[in-house]
């Protein structure tokens, strides 16, 4: 059970370069998440998938498509990288916990992304 | 915009001092959970506590919440190295996809 897996852990961009961040969850959860964290600007999401076929904006959505290719996958693509999107990106998955009693976010380790 | 915002943003302690973070929130929430996440690494959840409650404990963690002043806050007693980490509140104001985090307070603890 590997949990949240996110590919690459690093890259560097142009400004201009395309790229696809990918995800996936291997624990059956019917909702994904795409954050970005920059420093001492906590978590914001970019977009959630409720439920495979259906993908909802966030918080900052702009520059950002995403694809919920399936129940397991979720990536994130960045068409044309612009300097403001260096940042730590994180995909999550929603499941029960607690004896099923409420919702918890399982994160990925994240992908460091810089943008020149 | 964030939901919560944790105070205060950096924290330097002893090994064996307790430590405490707060968070503050602006609309009705349904629970807060608190999340730690390692330098480099994902979050991990810690506890959860439900608007209806108001204080809850797990090993070294001690949550409270006061809904009356939309605050709660984080003990860890008796503090250790391996406790360095950044800590976050979360909110849910109902429907997950309105989970917001806060900005963080960053805890060193000092060997």
């Known amino acids: 059970n590997a949990g949240v897996t996110q590919t690459p852990k690093f890259q560097v961009l142009k400004t201009g370069q395309s790229m696809t961040l990918q995800c996936a969850q291997d624990?059956?959860?019917?909702?994904m998440y795409w954050y970005r964290q920059d420093p001492g600007m906590g978590l914001r999401l970019i977009y959630y998938s409720a439920s495979e076929g259906t993908t909802d904006k966030g918080e900052v959505p702009n520059g950002y498509n995403v694809s919920r290719l399936n129940k397991r996958e979720f990536s994130l693509r960045l068409e044309s990288a612009a300097p403001s999107q260096t940042s730590v990106y994180f995909c999550a998955s929603l499941g029960l916990a607690g004896g099923y009693s409420y919702n918890e976010q399982f994160f990925g380790p994240g992908t460091r992304l810089t943008v020149l | 915009s964030q939901q919560g915002e944790e105070d205060p943003q950096a924290l330097s302690i002893q090994e064996g001092e307790n430590a405490t973070m707060n968070c503050s929130y602006k609309?009705?929430?349904?629970?807060l959970q608190w999340y730690r996440q390692n330098s480099g690494r994902g979050l991990v959840h810690l506890i959860l506590?439900?608007?209806?409650?108001r204080e809850k404990h797990s090993g070294r963690l001690r949550v409270t919440l006061d809904t009356s002043k939309k605050s709660s806050s984080l003990l860890i007693t008796a503090s250790r190295a391996a406790d360095t980490a950044s800590y976050f509140c979360a909110t849910d104001s109902g429907g997950y996809q309105k989970v917001t985090f806060g900005t963080g307070t960053k805890l060193q603890v000092i060997p």
């Open positions: 624990m059956n959860h019917n909702s």
């Open positions: 609309t009705s929430i349904n629970n």
């Open positions: 506590i439900r608007s209806n409650e």
